[in-house]
């Protein structure tokens, strides 16, 4: 009896070792995706911060002037005025159309079958 208890416990210990070492290198290729992962972010914040600087650099104010000056003629750009703009209630918005009914329902034929108790309209 104490021979079979040895064995189990043996199998045991072998077993959870086995698992043991699985779940050790499951946790070490997962540390290894994150790090890759991580890396992956940094390089993106990077190429993020150049293309953000780039941006800047592009549109500043004396550069964009200058091109409006130089496109002048072909593209009409004119400075804003503050009398451009306008406020929110200035705008005129469409009235909505009056839809004709195109296929008008009979209220008597839908009151009988809600009397029926047959369909629920809300």
């Not at 540390?31 to 911060?49: C, D, F, P, W, Y």
Request: aromatic residues 8%; proline residues 5%.
């Amino acid at each position: 009896m104490k021979s079979v208890l040895y064995v189990l416990t043996a199998l045991s210990v072998f077993g959870l070792a086995l698992w043991a070492y699985q779940e050790n290198y499951r946790t070490q290729q997962v540390v290894k995706e994150t790090q890759s992962l991580q890396r992956e972010i940094g390089m993106a914040q990077v190429r993020l911060a150049v293309l953000n600087a780039e941006w800047a650099y592009l549109n500043r104010p004396d550069r964009l002037r200058e091109l409006a000056d130089l496109n002048f003629e072909r593209l009409g750009l004119l400075p804003l005025r503050a009398e451009q703009f306008g406020r929110a209630d200035q705008i005129a918005y469409a009235e909505d159309p009056d839809l004709p009914v195109v296929d008008p329902i009979e209220l008597q034929a839908i009151t009988d079958i809600q009397a029926l108790g047959e369909v629920q309209i809300p």
